[in-house]
């Protein structure tokens, strides 16, 4: 049975740093794309970040790059997603997900499995 399990969210003020991780079992990490994604108050999911099979390649939303930061360990079945100069907007719960496949930017729907989320609440 697949399981991702997202940790480290939290409540963070405005311009500060936080990471999360995403612990994946039952699959074989390391063929599968992994990808960030959030859902914020009264919003539809989008994507954050995305990152290849073997770190190779990463791909970040517009609203996020220069900000944050995707990498995976495949020898720890981890990706993280590093957060720096933290907004209010970015406000959400935040998923990670895995797809096989070789492409990172795909609607969630074609994500194949995902984790329950972490709350990350910026106060404005």
């Known amino acids: 049975q697949v399981q991702l399990v997202e940790s480290g969210g939290g409540l963070v003020q405005a311009g500060g740093s936080l990471r999360l991780s995403c612990a994946a079992s039952g699959l074989t990490f390391s063929r599968y794309v992994m990808g960030w994604f959030r859902q914020g108050p009264d919003k539809e999911r989008e994507f954050v970040a995305g990152?290849?099979?073997?770190?190779?390649?990463?791909d970040y939303a517009d609203s996020v790059k220069g900000r944050f930061t995707i990498s995976r360990d495949n020898a720890k079945n981890t990706v993280y997603l590093q957060m720096n100069s933290l907004t209010p907007e970015d406000t959400a719960v935040y998923y990670c997900?895995?797809?096989?496949?070789?492409?990172?930017?795909?609607?969630?729907?074609?994500?194949?499995?995902w984790g329950p989320g972490t709350q990350l609440t910026v106060p404005s």
């Open positions: 990152i290849m099979r073997n770190g190779g390649s990463t």
């Open positions: 997900a895995a797809r096989r496949g070789i492409d990172i930017r795909r609607p969630p729907d074609e994500y194949e499995h």
